[in-house]
């Protein structure tokens, strides 16, 4: 199975997971039809400018959540930026910051969350 597959099949289990539970407005960062994509978010560093795009965005009751697929990675720096960004995002707007953890990638995930206090709800996917 190709890398673009195997990420398409964790959006799709993903957004399964969201949909079950009744989130409303779900957006996410797939090329899926019938999915709108999420709004990114502007990062200025050392001059140069990069957009964060949370994968998937939903609301529950008015509050607005944050959903990654936590995929392990060696740029752990732009990942633990945008997992603190998403948390943070999330406690502003009364919501929660979810990360979906495919097997064999929650013990990467746990790790970066508990070194870094980034308050986040891991579930398997």
């Known amino acids: 199975m190709n890398i673009a597959m195997k990420e398409t099949q964790f959006y799709q289990s993903a957004l399964e997971w969201v949909r079950k539970r009744g989130y409303n407005k ?3 960062n797939v090329d899926l039809e019938g999915v709108e994509p999420p709004t990114s978010f502007k990062q200025q560093a050392e001059g140069e400018e990069s957009l964060i795009t949370p994968d998937i965005t939903a609301t529950m009751r008015g509050n607005k959540c944050y959903f990654e697929i936590a995929v392990k990675t060696d740029e752990k720096t732009d990942l633990i930026t945008k997992w603190k960004l998403l948390d943070r995002l999330a ?4 919501g929660k910051f979810f990360l ?6 929650r013990a990467f995930a746990d790790r970066i969350i508990r070194n870094h206090e980034i308050n986040a ?4 996917i």
Do not use: C
Not at 91 to 94: A, K
Not at 100 to 105: I, K
Not at 121 to 124: A, E, I, K
């Open 91 to 94: 406690s502003i707007r009364e």
């Open 100 to 105: 979906f953890t495919p097997h064999g990638h």
């Open 26 to 28: 779900v957006k996410a």
């Open 121 to 124: 709800t891991l579930v398997n």
